[in-house]
């Protein structure tokens, strides 16, 4: 099996097996790419995180591409989006065949008040995960504070939240490295 068709089918499992779009996807993404084929660090997978959520576009297609480029190039990253949009052009389609017969059914109804939960919880457990990695002092936990404030009081983008806390990590943190020691 070539490390292509392994790439198409990791993403594909990703993006068959979870509910909920790109957030939800990431603690499978993480299993999959970091702990089961090794593909990329956990920090590396957070760094695309951030990108992926600042670039357009879903973002678990985004981390696709970036894995896959990677892993084999621009034709890596073809093979892994193609991965992760699949399973969800195929469920789309049968949905759309077949929603306006289903739609009122209770049992269908039912089905997606429990799916709603259960794709919070990954959210959740995805936020808890990086946070750990992520929140590692002072300064780590006042951007995330900042941050978490302003997308709940504001409609301010994401990508602008990003981007200020990429320039802020370089100006406060990268500054110490090129201190001179005393």
Known sequence: MT???RLFLAFAKIGGFTF???LAMLPMMQREIVEHHGWATE????DYYAIG??????????VATFIGTKRKGVIGGIFA????VTPSVIIITLIAVCIQNF????????????IRPAVAALVLDAVLKIGKKSLTDVFTVLIFLAVAALSLFTSISPAVFVLVAGVLGILLKGGKQHAPSA
């Open 20 to 22: 909920g779009g790109g």
């Open 103 to 114: 739609q009122d059914v209770p049992a269908v109804q039912w089905a997606f008040s429990g």
């Open 53 to 62: 959520q600042c670039t357009p576009g879903i973002i678990a297609v985004n």
């Open 3 to 5: 490390e292509l068709f």
């Open 43 to 46: 920090n590396e997978l957070i």
């Open 81 to 84: 989006t193609l991965g992760v």
